[in-house]
């Protein structure tokens, strides 16, 4: 059962504020390199994906009482939608343009990025609107 505060962290989550670096970097290499994906009809998908993994956020940060445990939410986040975009959307290809011999480089980038976001965005903004 969904509690408050875990809905409350959803709406966090899946808000412009904590999905605002994604969308920033996504839509200038989508330009920058003119890729056939789009991405506006993913903002959906995006948006669910970010508040689920505030939910996550939200739920180790209660049992475990270190904000610092963000870092590993973030880090797993990370790694699945690396995986996610590189196998199933081809986003190093097709966005990046990273030669295939390159792509595994956003298995590396995308866990450091998202520990990051959510340590220091999504986890302030959790604090600001949860307690």
Same mark, same amino acid.
């Given at each position: 059962?969904?509690?408050?505060?875990? #809905?409350?962290?959803?709406?966090?989550?899946?808000?412009?504020?904590? #999905?605002?670096?994604?969308?920033?970097?996504?839509?200038?290499?989508?330009?920058?390199?003119?890729?056939?994906?789009?991405?506006? #009809?993913?903002?959906?998908?995006?948006?669910?994906?970010? !508040?689920?993994?505030?939910?996550?956020?939200?739920?180790?940060?209660?049992?475990?009482?270190?904000?610092?445990?963000?870092?590993?939410? !973030?880090?797993?986040? !990370?790694?699945?939608?690396?995986?996610?975009?590189?196998?199933?959307?081809?986003?190093?290809?097709?966005?990046?343009?990273?030669?295939?011999?390159?792509?595994?480089?956003?298995?590396?980038?995308?866990?450091?990025?998202?520990?990051?976001?959510?340590?220091?965005?999504?986890?302030?903004?959790?604090?600001?609107?949860? !307690?």
């Amino acid at each position: 059962m969904i509690t408050k505060n875990q #809905s409350i962290a959803f709406i966090v989550g899946s808000s412009l504020p904590a #999905s605002l670096v994604t969308f920033v970097y996504l839509i200038y290499f989508n330009n920058k390199n003119k890729s056939d994906i789009d991405y506006f #009809s993913l903002t959906p998908l995006i948006l669910i994906a970010f !508040g689920i993994g505030s939910i996550l956020n939200y739920i180790v940060i209660q049992k475990l009482k270190n904000p610092n445990y963000s870092l590993l939410v !973030g880090v797993f986040f !990370g790694l699945s939608l690396s995986f996610i975009g590189r196998f199933v959307i081809k986003i190093p290809k097709k966005t990046f343009k990273l030669k295939p011999n390159h792509e595994f480089i956003v298995h590396i980038i995308a866990p450091f990025i998202y520990a990051l976001i959510f340590r220091y965005n999504i986890q302030n903004l959790q604090k600001i609107t949860i !307690g």
